[in-house]
């Protein structure tokens, strides 16, 4: 490949991590094509951007991208790929999956990842990953949490209100 063609490839792949607010770098070396065919239309059906890159592009793609991703450099060996995403828990739950619906396949194996402007390092920190909720369902546990008591309030009112007619009925007929 000649050094034009790689630092396009690098303006492309730099412009992609640029679009998407989440990052996830994983290992899926090892899947067979059924396997790598299965995981690709998970990740279509999720929205989550699946792309296998050499790990020097992806290097020089995310130094030119502007953020400081060097957290992350020290898990770029061996096979990796990076998964984008709007949605910052998309690709946890996609590795996840994958891995309970392939019952004896450990891949992919997540290396890092970068959620909500932090890092995270390791395979342990899946089930963290997760379990993290993405900025819609935040904003609708608070408005959860601010209409329970205004239905609280409304329905005492409406349940003292009938109670209020019942004693005033009884209190109406005992007095005939």
């Not at 490839?9 to 679009?19: G, P, R, V």
């Not at 299965?38 to 059906?45: D, E, I, M, V, W």
């Not at 060097?70 to 898990?75: A, D, H, K, R």
């Amino acid at each position: 490949m000649r050094i034009e063609q790689k630092n396009q490839l690098i303006d492309s792949l730099c412009e992609e991590i640029k679009a998407y607010p989440h990052l996830y770098i994983a290992d899926i070396g090892g899947l067979n094509s059924v396997q790598t065919s299965k995981l690709r239309r998970s990740a279509f059906r999720k929205e989550v951007k699946l792309e296998v890159v050499k790990n020097t592009l992806l290097i020089k793609a995310l130094e030119k991208s502007g953020m400081d991703y060097s957290e992350l450099f020290g898990v770029i060996k061996g096979e990796s790929c990076i998964m984008l995403s709007n949605i910052n828990n998309a690709p946890a739950k996609l590795i996840k999956d994958f891995r309970a619906a392939e019952k004896n396949c450990p891949k992919p194996v997540l290396k890092g990842a970068y959620v909500e402007e932090c890092f995270y390092v390791g395979e342990q920190h899946l089930d963290a990953l997760v379990n993290i909720k993405s900025k819609n369902e935040l904003i609708a546990d608070v408005i959860a949490l601010l209409q329970s008591p205004a239905k609280n309030v409304i329905s005492g009112l409406q349940s003292a209100g009938n109670t209020i007619c019942g004693v005033l009925e009884t209190l109406s007929e005992k007095a005939e």
